[in-house]
Structures are given as structure tokens and as C-alpha cells.
């Protein structure tokens, strides 16, 4: 269903350019939104897009990818086995901060009357820069650039480029470069999805010291115990006198540089930046670190670290564009409005995943604090298919971290009744983390979900050693997992169903036989069968391995194979679909076409009883089963199915228009895909899902890669066998995208490197 959407921001406020975001103007009303859109990041370090002076702003942001402090649940009813401990990934000292005074007068964005205002992310360069004039109230004209990276060749890195001229006077200037601990965290007390702040200081202090232009500043999360270092480090150009102070408490640190300024003399500063996080390490440590870090970043300077980021971009950009190619669709400013909507959305996974080493994905990337920085299913369904052909070490790194928490997986299941391994729903250190379990422990699928991307990674790749290594442990697990939790049905003709539980669509919780997941669990199984049959029988030293690791007994691959094959996909033969779950057709139909536009997000504005009695969905749910299994569905199944679910999808997550688009594409559903794929796209850089503010959406953002890879360019992958044969109407009447991707042979250029 296509709600009518609004663009917000209207689009000329951030004019269109292929390569850059561009803001010509200071827009206080929009401040939140560019705080998320002008966001640096490497995966390991984020920074929000706030101003060098550090206000005003929406939220100050600077995240470290899994660096979290944990809290534990309160329900007012608990119940057994509820997930007990929550955990929020923290904001961290911000250290992008540069105070200005010029004649001792501050200056202060929205009160500065200004001459010139551009501030500019270069998506080539990954960089953002800022260039001011401010006229002071005595008239002098005072011109500042900034620039900032952080940087992905050094994961703990980012610098800050620092120039300021005086173009008509001689003034004195004070710059006070700043590092302030204990920032405010979110506190979102009506939108669930917000994280929800702490009523006490979370960060402590520890070691703390300013020397010369250097600041090191160590906290230590209250709870979970993990240590942070924020150092900071500088050099200073200038042909004018300048003296240096620096001084550090617990949580502020300031290096002050005053300057006899110089008519036309550039003043030039240099920020370097580093963190260093842990869960075990003593912040003194850290500290250390930082330093070592610091002298590395000191002596090759900021040029040396801008010319690392640049082959950075260009290797990222060679494996990973979508280049739009202009038609009679999309011609001019509309072309060029998707085109730059399409790669900000793929810089913003570079920035979420880059460097996410050890670590996993959060929702919102190192852009906000929405959905407390927690790992989803997101990573696997969505953003995975993109790292896989354009990153694959990268994919790498994201399962290896799955098979990291497989001993708390284990112990889950445990608490659930149940063999083998159950991944948490959503997590930051492993444990199971939604409160709400209807929504969150009861998505089983999430075991098939990683399972899947494994069995995509191991196909594209062929690297088997992960499969052997990591992957088999994993699939025993599952399998084990889903084994126990199914049950064969009298009542179904002694199919294997799967009750309880909560598929993708999360207006519809604990039914029965969730399409989705039945199809998704066979898939499970039958890759956990035909692994472990290939260490049997090729590689008995590794299946010995697994044995020892796993207690495997070769009665278990029976069982497997048969669940599978009797797994029960629920069907409807007079409507010819698949019902989302066993009761699914029985419930009264929600009329959403006609629901007034105010009462969306419904989850905002209806209780869980009234949406959960009602055939209506919040994301896509059997339509997406088609795109993953695509295999197993006839052309008019798909869009039996699609026509049925489409008019009852909400699209109250971001996480739908994507999936929805590329299945509208394949079954000829033109226009409906055009306007779905239009709002995935934008879906941040037009803010349609009205929440961009608090952080951007890297599951649709992997989304839109797949709309330009299996939607226009119409290309199948299953087992492993890439097909651009399967006719798209809209690939064959105009030829939109040109897509670049080479997975196999960048995969085997970089084994050759290893
Ligand atoms: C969606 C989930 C998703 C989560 C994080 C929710 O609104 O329903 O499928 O995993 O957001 O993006």
C-alpha cells in the first residue's frame, strides 16, 4: 500500500549533486535532520553532524560501535525467562568542539550574521567541510573552514582541520578546542524505539591529564564496566604570536590557543582524535593506547591521513556504486536527485560497517542512539547481500561476530526449553535485549536469517573455511534449535509446524506456522544437513572437530532432513497464497487506505490488541519470503501473494518499501515499484520515514542496493549461480541502472593478497 508521503526536508533545501550533500544555508529548523545526514563514521567511531562549536544542537553525538553500559529491565510483571539485562550503546566525550572569539565576542551560528555558509559532505572524499564568512557586530570579516574525517584506513582515528582568516583586520583571537565528557544520552519516554536515557551519570571518570596541546580523558561505564579513552592531540600554523593553555578535569578538557590574529594571516590548527574502547582493559591502559596513537597521528599529519582516506573512498566506490544512467524515466534533476540519494545511502553503510571489527551493525549505524545501537536481523536480510559482492572480508568479520556470541546463544535456548542455539532478537554484547518479547524473543527467525547470509557468503565466496570452521558449529546449532522447537501435527497430517512465534512482521506476534519462518527454518535445516554430510564424508577431521564441538550424533542429521522435508507452509488454495500465518486470513481486515495519516506509525497511536486482531502489516512479511527464496515461487505465486499483502502493509517500517519495490518490479507492477523504490531511496534524504532525525536506516539502505541489483538489473543468486536472465519490464524497456559488481573476482584478488 502507498500512503501518500511528504518530503521533509523539501528537497531544495539540500540542492541536488551527484557526489556531496550540500547545505547553503543554516536552517535551524532542520537542525536535527543534518545532524544525522552530515554524520562521519568508520563502523567503529561515529560522529554526529554537529557544528564545530558544539551548539547549538539537537543531540551532540559521538558513538563507539558496541561501547554500551548495561541496565537492568523492570517489568511490573515479569514473567520467566524474560530478558533481564538492557543494554544502550553510550555517548561518548565529544572531542569535534572548537570555541571562537574574536575581539572576546562568541561566535554564535544563529545570532552571527553571516556572508557566506556552505557546509558540504564529500561522498568522494569522505569528508565533511564547512566554510563560514562571519562579519562580527565591529565589522571584521572573519573567515572559518573546517574540515572533518574520520578516518577509515585508521579504525581508531579522526582529525579535524582547523583554518581561520581575518580577511580586513587585526584582531585577538581565542580558539578554545575542547573535549567534553558525559554527554547527554537519548531519552525517548513516548517512542519506543528511542533509547530510553538514565537517571544517573553513566560515564565515571578516570585518568585525566592535559600535557602541553594534548588532553586524555578515560571514563568507565557505571554497570557494564567498559573503559573509554578520548585523547586529543594538536599542531598549530601560524605566522602570527600565539600563546598555549591547556587544563583537564574529569570531563571537560580545553586546549586554548590565543592569537595576536594578522590581517589575511591564516591561522591553521590541527585536531587529532583518537579512541580506544574495552571490556576488560583498565582505562590507564586505554590511555596508553591513546597515546601510542597520538604520536602515530601527530607525525604523518593531516594530509597524510586525507590522502589515506581518499584511496580509501576510491577502492570503496570502485567496488561499490550504482550509477544511474539517465532514460525517459529519469531523466535531469529527478535522475540526479536518486543518484545522490543512492550513494549517500551506500556511503552510509561504509560509515555503519567499515571498520565494525568484533562488532556488529547498530540500526541507525554510529548515527543516533534509536534502537540503543543494537545488532538486528537488519545486518543479515539487508545489508549483508551488499558487503558480500562488494566487501566480503567485511561480511566476514559480521559472521565471525555471530559465531562470538554462540555461547550466549546456547545459553538462551536454555532458558527457553530448548536444544541447541537461539540468537537474541536484538543485542549488543550477545544477551538478549528486547523487553517485549512478543516482538522481539519470539522472532526465531532471526537463527535462519544469520543462516541464511552465511549460506550466501559461503556460495558467492567459496570460502569454505568459514563454513567448516565457524559455520558448521553454527548450523548444528540452528538446526538443533529449530529441531526441538517444531513438533509434527496430527491435526496436520503429521507435517512438521512451528508455533509461538513472531515472524518479520511485527503487527502480527506469536502465531502459528509464520510462513516466513517455516520456509526460512527448511532452508536452515536443509544447509545444516548437506554441511555437516560434506565433513562426513570429505572432510573427517573437521567433522571429528564439530563432534567434539558439538556432541553431534549422526541421528540428528536424520531428524534434521526429515523436519524439513515435512515442514508445513501454510496455503490457501482458493485465494492461491501463502496465509503470513496459520490464522492470518481469519482476522477482520484493517482498512488502511482509509486511516487517516496522523494515526501512522500504527504502533505510536494503537494498542498491540487492536493492531494484533486485524490483517495488517507493519513490513513485509510473505513478499519478502518470495524475494529470498525466489526460487521456490512461480512468477504468478509472487504476485498472487503481492497483491494480497500489498494493500495491508503499513510500511510503518523502514525496512518494507525496498522489498516491496523489487518484488512489484518482477512481476511487472511498474508504477507501484517505481513509487516504492523512490521512497526507499529517499527514505532519509527526503526523511519519509519522519524519523531521520534520530538517525539514519541502514537496513533500507542495503535495501536500495538490492532495488538496484535484484530489482532493475534483475539479478538471481540462489545456490550460488548469479542470473541477470529473469526479464525485469523496466530493466528491458529503459535500461536504468548500470550496476558494478564483480564479487568473485574481488574475492579472489583478495585471497591472492592474504
Ligand atoms: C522492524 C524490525 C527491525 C527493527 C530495527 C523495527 O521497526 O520492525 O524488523 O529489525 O526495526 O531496524
Known sequence: MIRHKTLNPPLHVYPIDEWRIIETQFYPRFLSHSETLFSVGNGYLGMRGNHDEGIPHSQTGTFINGFHETWPLVYSERAFGFAKTGQTMLNVADAKIFKLYIDDEPFYLPTASLQLYERILDMQKGVLERRILWETAAGKQVLIESKRLVSLQHRHAAVISYQLTILNADAPVIISSEVVG??????????????????????????????????????????????????????????????????CDGDNGRVIFSVNAKKKKTIQIFKFITYHSSRHALASELATRGEWTLDRLVSQGFDSLADGQQQYMDDFWRRSDIFIRGNAVSEGRHKREIQQSMRWNLFQILQASGRAEGTGIPAKGLTGQTYEGHYFWDTEIYVMPFLIYTAPEIARNLLRFRYSMLGRARERAREL??????????????????????????????????????????????????????????????????????FYSDKKGGMFCIHGVTGPDEYTTVVNNNA???????????????????????????????????????????????????????FDESLGIHPQDEDFLDLEKWDVKNTPRDRFPLLLNYHPLVIYRHQVIKQADVVLATLLLDHIFSAEEKRRNFEYYD?????????????????????GETKKAMEYARFAVLMDLADIGGNMADGCHVASMGGTWMIGVYGFAGMRDHDGRISLTRSSPIRLKSSFFHCRFAARDYWSIYRRRK
Open 182 to 247: 558525559n554527554q547527554r544520552n537519548q531519552s525517548g519516554l513516548v517512542d519506543p524505539r528511542q533509547a530510553k536515557g538514565f537517571d544517573y551519570q553513566v560515564l565515571e571518570s578516570q585518568d585525566h591529564y592535559a600535557d602541553k596541546m594534548r588532553l586524555m580523558l578515560t571514563h568507565r561505564a557505571r554497570n557494564s564496566g567498559m573503559t573509554v579513552a578520548c585523547g586529543v592531540d594538536h599542531l598549530i600554523e601560524s605566522e602570527a604570536d600565539y600563546s598555549v593553555k591547556s587544563s
Open 647 to 667: 494493500p495491508l502493509t503499513t510500511g510503518d517500517s523502514s525496512l518494507s518499501a525496498c522489498i516491496q519495490s523489487i518484488v512489484a518490479i518482477e512481476i
Open 417 to 486: 526449553n530448548l536444544k541447541g542455539a537461539l540468537y537474541p532478537w536484538r543485542t549488543i554484547n550477545g544477551e538478549e535485549a528486547s523487553a517485549y518479547y512478543a516482538a522481539g524473543t519470539a522472532q526465531f527467525h532471526i537463527n535462519a536469517d544469520i543462516m541464511y547470509a552465511l549460506k550466501k557468503y559461503v556460495d558467492i565466496t567459496d570460502d569454505k573455511a568459514l563454513l567448516y570452521n565457524e559455520g558448521a558449529e553454527m548450523l548444528v546449532e540452528t538446526a538443533r534449535m529449530w529441531e526441538d522447537l517444531g
Open 516 to 570: 516466513y519462518t517455516n520456509l526460512m527454518a527448511r532452508e536452515n535445516l536443509w544447509f545444516a544437513v548437506k554441511t555437516v554430510q560434506e565433513l562426513r564424508e570429505s572432510y573427517p577431521d573437521y567433522y571429528e572437530t564439530l563432534q567434539h564441538q558439538t556432541g553431534l550424533r549422526s541421528e540428528e542429521i536424520e531428524a534434521w532432513q526429515n523436519a524439513a522435508d515435512k515442514m508445513y507452509i501454510p
